[in-house]
């Protein structure tokens, strides 16, 4: 089933993923969504509903608390929010295309995935939101405020004509997000955001260096590889999608920049997010010769359409490990022993609401998350330190990767990689880290747990 068919799937049978075009995470598991449907894993399949403010607002917060995007309704009637959340449910139901290697077999490929998916969720958030609002700012230079304007327009009123749709955008801005006075010293909205997660004036060379890295790494690697672990996608790759498909590909500026620069992420982008461009080599894809006779069919991706052999890590990807290790782990290290006081201190009690995953502070949350709050922390990065809030979020997802870890832990060549990496071998020690910090979501939101 093709998810937009006027042809609908029975509503009891058939995921509804609200989601729109522009959302970080909506473009990774709808890409993700896309992959298992292909390979007939998902039962009918899934319909992408364009989760319009009025479905926000009377169906999804009634639903999770919370009007953050994606958000999924099953087949058997459960709420989904969060795309790791939807990942999960969706791996552990439908085991056909599996989308991150076996443990047992391959414990490099399957952590090294879910480290590049903190790196995609949270790390990579912060220079996806500069690379989307910088163009947009007044008198920015190049400008895609225009863009801008009108793809949230798109979701903010579908029914009405272009010029109104793109008008609604510009309304919203500025009314949500004091656009005209994002340079003043009381920013609203992403810009505040970017401040909150670390992104100053003294940081913000610092942040662009390490997207830079992280550009000029991917662009090597997909000059030998269709996808990150070879000639099929896994959950790293959708994972990347997050901010490489809404932010640095599809937004105007960046993703002219994107495509000059980096093409071969560019296409890498076309064949992960969709399967139907024949130009970018995708999964969906099969290439073919002529033997004078009759067509002859091979894999349209590299490495025979396949995951490499042997649990083995290319280049690229040992390098993006390499960021995660020296710029990200020490932060969640940090942020980890952080939230886990606060969790024990007189100011909460255990099974009360956590910050939930929020790009800036959470309601009720902002005099703990800013202006030295003790839910913030300093950070290093580049060799510049500045104070960044503290999401929980990612402190839920590194407590998913415990039971992961203990299930590769066994392996010596696992051990010897992470070791390779600059605090690298911290890492086999996560159950210590996270052993007072409990936490658990419930639709939207987050709480501390006991034991």
Same mark, same amino acid.
Request: aromatic letters at 10%; glycine letters at 8%.
């Given at each position: ?8 799937q029975?509503?009891v ?19 993700y969504?896309?992959?298992k ?7 009918a399949g899934f ?34 929010q %969060?795309?790791?959340?939807i #990942?999960?449910?969706?791996? /552990?139901?439908h085991k056909? $295309? =599996?989308?991150? *290697?076996?443990?047992? +077999?391959?414990?490099r490929q ?6 590049i ?12 939101c ?8 007044a008198?920015?230079?190049p400008?895609?405020?225009?863009f ?12 009405e ?5 793109r008008?609604?955008?510009a309304?919203?801005f500025?009314?949500s ?11 609203k909205g ?6 909150q997660?670390g ?18 790494i ?5 000059? %030998?590889h269709?996808?990150? #672990?070879?000639?099929?996608? /896994?959950?790293?790759?959708? $994972? =990347?999608?997050? *901010?490489?498909?809404? +932010?640095?590909?599809?937004d ?5 920049d994107l ?5 071969l992420?560019?296409e890498?982008?076309?064949r992960t997010?969709?399967?139907d ?6 999964y ?6 002529f ?25 690229g990807?040992?390098?993006?490990i ?22 024990n ?6 099974g009360?609401?956590l ?8 309601p ?7 202006h ?13 330190s500045?104070?960044?809030m ?6 839920w ?8 870890l203990?299930a ?10 992470l070791?390779?990496?600059d ?15 409990h936490?658990?979501?419930r639709?939207?939101?987050i709480?501390s747990?006991?034991?």
């Open positions: 089933m093709v998810e937009n068919s006027k042809e609908r029975d509503p049978q058939t995921y509804k993923l609200f989601t729109v075009e522009h959302s970080y995470f909506s473009g990774k598991i709808r890409a969504l896309r992959w449907q292909f390979h007939g894993a998902l039962g319909e992408d509903i364009l989760a319009t403010p009025e479905l926000i607002e009377k169906l999804l917060m009634t639903k999770s608390g919370v009007p953050s995007l994606p958000q999924m309704q099953c087949p058997d009637g459960t709420w989904l %969060d795309s790791s959340a #990942f999960d449910h969706i791996e /552990a139901s056909q $295309a =599996l989308a991150v *290697p076996s443990p047992g +077999h391959a414990p399957c952590l090294a995935n879910y480290l998916e903190l790196l995609a969720d949270e790390w990579l958030i912060v220079t996806a500069r690379a989307r609002w910088q163009p947009s700012r008198g920015a230079e400008s895609h405020l225009a801008n304007e009108q793809q949230w327009g798109a979701w903010l009123a579908p029914d004509t272009g010029e109104k749709r008008q609604a955008g309304g919203f500025e009314a997000f004091a656009i005209s006075q994002a340079d003043s010293d009381k920013p992403p810009f505040e955001g970017l401040g997660l992104m100053t004036a003294a940081t913000e060379a610092a942040w662009l260096a390490s997207l830079e890295n992280i550009m000029t991917l662009e090597a690697h997909f000059s %030998d269709d996808y990150l #672990f070879g000639g099929q996608p /896994a959950l790293a790759d959708f $994972a =990347l999608m997050g *901010p490489f498909y809404a +932010h640095f590909y599809r105007a500026a960046p993703g002219f495509r000059t620069r980096f093409p992420v560019a890498w982008v076309e997010h969709g399967n461009n024949v130009n970018a080599r995708s969906a894809q099969t290439l073919y010769g033997d004078g006779e009759e067509l002859t069919p091979r894999p349209a991706t590299s490495d025979g359409g396949v995951w490499l052999a042997d649990d083995a890590i290319p280049l990807v040992d390098k993006l390499g960021v995660f290790f020296s710029e990200m782990w020490p932060v969640l290290k940090t942020a980890t022993d952080c939230l886990t006081q606060f969790i201190s007189d100011a909460h009690q255990i009360d609401e910050p939930r995953k929020s790009f800036t502070a959470s009720g949350f902002e005099a703990y998350q800013t030295g709050g003790s839910l913030t922390h300093q950070f290093t990065l580049g060799g510049v500045a104070q960044r503290v999401v929980a979020n990612q402190m997802m590194l407590q998913r990767l415990v039971p992961i203990e590769c832990n066994g392996d010596a060549r696992l051990r010897d990689w070791s390779d990496f605090s690298g071998a911290d890492f086999l020690h996560l159950p210590d880290l996270m052993a007072g910090c936490i658990e979501k639709g939207g939101k709480y747990t006991a034991e």
